[in-house]
């Protein structure tokens, strides 16, 4: 089993950027689909983007061009770095990782494991 821990959340100015981590212990993340969702108040969590063990990609509509997803199987983190922010992209962000090392676009149900979550705030 794979723990997750994320970090990196806080406050920007929208068109600023933020960067979150996802550290991973237990288990190396090599073989895992990596990913990150986001969960607004009153919405349902939503996948932003997932990288497969392979380093294919996904990102969501609303973030392509502004977030890059990527991985460190040294280091065992994953990364989310966000640029050109805006208000909407306010909300809880939560680490995934998924055992079949496959991604499945915008599944939730492709994670098994699941971070804490860390809260980005963007203001206008």
């Known amino acids: 089993q794979v723990q997750l821990e994320d970090s990196g959340g806080g406050s920007a100015q929208a068109g600023g950027s933020l960067r979150l981590s996802c550290a991973a212990s237990?288990?190396?993340?090599?073989?895992?689909?990596m990913g990150w969702l986001r969960q607004a108040p009153g919405k349902e969590r939503d996948v932003v983007a997932a990288?497969?063990?392979?380093?294919?990609?996904y990102y969501a509509d609303s973030v392509k061009g502004r977030f890059t997803i990527s991985r460190d199987n040294v280091k065992n983190t994953v990364y989310l770095q966000m640029n050109s922010l805006k208000p909407e992209d306010t909300a809880v962000y939560y680490c995934a990782a998924g055992r079949s090392g496959i991604i499945f676009g915008s599944s939730r149900n492709q994670f098994d494991y699941w971070g804490q979550g860390t809260q980005v705030t963007v203001s206008s």
């Open positions: 990288i497969s063990s392979g380093g294919s990609t």
């Open positions: 237990g288990r190396t993340i090599s073989v895992y689909a």
